[in-house]
């Protein structure tokens, strides 16, 4: 492989968990994978688990078709033809470096080689290599699982070659969708580093302040900002010997000096839960479990290690909005919340410049690899970093000189914003603009840098520049309301006049989660039927205007696109879809029917199939687990595209559209022949199976009737669009004004959960 040549063909050394996800994603991504372990068995072994796991480690179980499997003695030779090898064995130097001494003689010269080693540093693993080894040689950290977790750590030796660092940066970012941070050789790189260290001062915090494992939990969660699962269900969720692993290698690689020597050393507790095998989920339980034939959920008890049922967290402190509300109480949640940040925190700070680049690098790998909601630094500015300081000096801490540096710099923040963008602060004391990616666009660049094209509480429309145009949707999980369906309105005037072309997304995590459920809900209650008809009609005339607009209208979907963001989407003339898309219409759960034009659509997008096929979509409120997923359940064409990396789908959205300009011609509203009545009778039949098997409920039946109905096409015969969408809207307004349809609304509003009536 030339230097900068694209890569084309991965391997991967090892069918273990991690190699067998790793090259899951690769297949994800749509590129052929080699699988090599110690046999072909263990190898083709190692590719089987990939469909049993959950979450599922494949986006589509078709990817699986791009792996092949194969021995390290029967097929080594098979790396050959790869441009990168990825060694995922088990965690032991020696069997590492005799790994690396025979691939080395039969790589093809320049392909790039990395270890997805936690914790052994790069130039332990290199020693003794040749120099045309350590030349293509990194170290390539992902985060279990792969497919889920958005972090790689990218590691190069001072003999790598640049050129390799760039290309296994830009591959593993824009193919397989990952944010790629680069870190220094230390022991445990970044992530580990902080995210352990931050695991034991928060196992420490909670036995020495006697706090119950679910306070902890509660308390370290929404309020810190740490994954929801507090610090012990992290555990369980890690493993307890994994973190028993890392500490044990920090604690040998780190010199005696280092501060997180004290809080390296396991705690009793932790030992003694080794040793029963109390290591977390995967080992039936750890600080939690589940219990009994009614899975009833327990926690551990610190003080007698015996299992009880979860008892209620009663703190203030648990309730903090805010980090800064957190620290300003005075429970034991709080003072544990001090005891927590003032470890992890000064730890961060202390040792920043030694494991990364710079503050960017630290916050994104506990973001992305830990689920962290704000990286270290970001919360320090949340914090006060003055008042923090402050807490330091008074406990007899150390404070860290990266710290006073940023109290020095005048701002006394680690991030800031000027006029001309946002900047960070430099370990040289100086602050510095963040990197912005051209490939990447952001409605908050947009948003700092004017107003929009126009606007209301809902939705607003922005200039993307070169002709096209972004519609955002900014309510709370994007749910579409009637200033939604106005926006969408004023959209298609101002772009047929202004623009060339219109993409449909934003920043936030969901595309749209449907519509505003309890306002539908309040109407209904309140007899105001002529505002919900007006809705209704106003929401089909406007996705009906995107479809047959005279410029391109490009999706640019991510997260969750349910109910009408779905149907939203089933209108756009193609869509650029992040990888991870939740697509459906899941009207039924809430006992009502797609009445924004998805079950029409589903209806015409399946007339070769047969219509049942789509009915099931819908009366089986079927949700993609990932947009290869929604292209098998056709709300993807194959005029549209998939973006791994999330922060991309926008500029690869607004380059579709502009692709389109000129293509695309409107076409006319299809005039299709549907059975009518006995089409109904039929799809009537097969609801009236799942009834008698028990897999669907009484009001289910009801609203697939409703359903069946619309997508049989009334009295049948021909039948254009728009009397499909009267189909729906009459449908839709009858399903509203049933009581057992209402009681599963106001159910999923007060639960979020279906109510099975």
Request: hydrophobic letters at 45%.
């Amino acid at each position: 492989m030339a230097a900068d040549s694209t890569i084309r063909q991965v391997a991967v050394l090892g069918a273990g968990n991690m190699g067998a996800g790793i090259a899951a994603q690769v297949a994800n991504a749509g590129l052929p994978v080699l699988l090599l372990d110690i046999s072909r068995e263990a190898a083709e072994r190692g590719k089987q688990d990939l469909f049993k796991r959950k979450p599922a480690p494949l986006m589509n179980r078709a990817a699986a078709d791009l792996i092949r499997t194969g021995g390290f003695d029967e097929d080594l030779g098979w790396l050959a033809d790869a441009d990168w090898i990825v060694e995922a064995v088990v965690e032991r130097l020696p069997v590492k470096q005799a790994l690396f001494e025979r691939v080395e003689r039969v790589r093809r010269p320049g392909s790039i080689v990395s270890s997805n080693t936690s914790g052994i540093r790069l130039s332990e693993l290199t020693a003794g290599l040749p120099a045309s080894f350590a030349a293509d040689f990194l170290i390539t950290h992902f985060f279990n699982p792969p497919r889920y977790m958005g972090l790689l750590e990218l590691i190069a030796g001072p003999a790598t070659r640049p050129q390799a660092s760039a290309t296994l940066r830009e591959f593993c970012t824009v193919r397989l969708g990952k944010e790629v941070v680069d870190a220094r050789d230390t022991p445990s790189f970044i992530g580990n580093r902080i995210g352990v260290l931050a695991m034991l001062a928060g196992v420490r915090a909670a036995l020495e302040l006697g706090l119950m494992i679910e306070q902890a939990d509660a308390v370290a969660g929404k309020p810190i900002g740490l994954p929801g699962t507090g610090v012990f269900g992290l555990i369980d969720l890690v493993g307890l010997d994994v973190l028993a692993d890392i500490a044990r290698n920090l604690h040998g690689q780190l010199p005696a000096s280092d501060p997180a020597q004290a809080l390296l050393n396991l705690p009793p507790l932790l030992g003694t839960m080794l040793e029963r095998g109390w290591i977390g989920r995967k080992a039936g339980g750890g600080f939690y479990r589940l219990h009994g034939p009614d899975k009833q959920r327990q926690a551990l008890d610190l003080a007698t290690l015996d299992y009880r049922p979860l008892q209620t967290v009663e703190l203030a402190s648990a309730t903090a909005r805010t980090p800064v509300e957190l620290l300003a109480g005075d429970d034991v949640g709080a003072h544990f919340a001090r005891r927590l940040l003032g470890d992890a925190l000064a730890y961060t700070a202390t040792v920043a410049p030694e494991i990364a680049g710079d503050v960017l690098a630290i916050d994104t790998a506990m973001r992305e690899g830990y689920s962290w909601r704000w990286g270290p630094f970001e919360l320090l500015d949340q914090i006060g970093l003055a008042g923090f300081v402050e807490r330091l000096e008074a406990d007899g801490q150390s404070v860290p000189a990266l710290l006073r540096t940023a109290l020095a710099g005048g701002d006394g923040r680690f991030y800031r914003q000027e006029g001309d963008g946002p900047q960070y602060l430099g370990f040289d004391g100086a602050y510095h603009p963040l990197p912005r990616s051209a490939s990447t666009l952001a409605v908050a660049d947009l948003r700092r840098a004017g107003q929009p094209v126009l606007g209301n509480a809902s939705a607003s429309l922005w200039d993307l520049g070169d002709g096209v145009a972004l519609l955002e949707f900014h309510t709370k999980m994007n749910a579409l309301d009637e200033h939604s369906v106005e926006a969408m309105h004023l959209t298609l005037e101002r772009v047929g006049r202004d623009f060339q072309a219109l993409v449909i997304g934003s920043d936030a995590p969901h595309f749209c989660a449907g519509a505003n459920l309890k306002r539908m809900l309040d109407a209904a209650r309140g007899g105001d039927w002529a505002f919900l008809d007006g809705f209704i009609d106003g929401l089909q005339r406007a996705l009906m205007g995107f479809k047959y607009a005279p410029f391109p209208v490009v999706g640019a979907p991510c997260g969750l696109a349910l109910g009408g963001g779905c149907e939203v989407l089933l209108h756009c003339n193609a869509l650029q879809a992040h990888a991870e898309l939740n697509a459906g219409l899941v009207e039924l759960r809430v006992g009502l029917l797609p009445a924004g034009g998805g079950t029409k659509e589903m209806t015409l997008r399946y007339l070769d199939a047969g219509v049942e096929r789509g009915f099931d979509l819908i009366v089986g409120s079927m949700v993609s687990q990932s947009a290869a997923d929604a292209r098998d359940m056709r709300v993807l064409t194959e005029a549209s595209a998939i973006t791994m990396h999330r922060k991309r789908v926008l500029a690869d959205a607004k380059a579709m559209a502009q692709r389109m300009v000129g293509s695309c011609a409107p076409g006319q509203p299809a005039v299709v022949k549907l059975p009518g009545a006995a089409g109904r009778a039929a799809l009537e039949a097969r609801v009236a199976a799942q009834v008698e098997a028990g897999k669907m409920t009484a009001h289910d039946a009801v609203v697939a009737g409703h359903i069946a109905a619309v997508m049989t096409g009334g009295a049948g015969g021909a039948v254009t669009e728009h009397d499909l969408l009267r189909l729906e809207r009459e449908h839709f307004l009858e399903l509203l004004r049933l009581p057992p349809s209402q009681a599963r609304m106001e159910h999923m509003l007060a639960t979020g959960k279906p109510l099975r009536n």
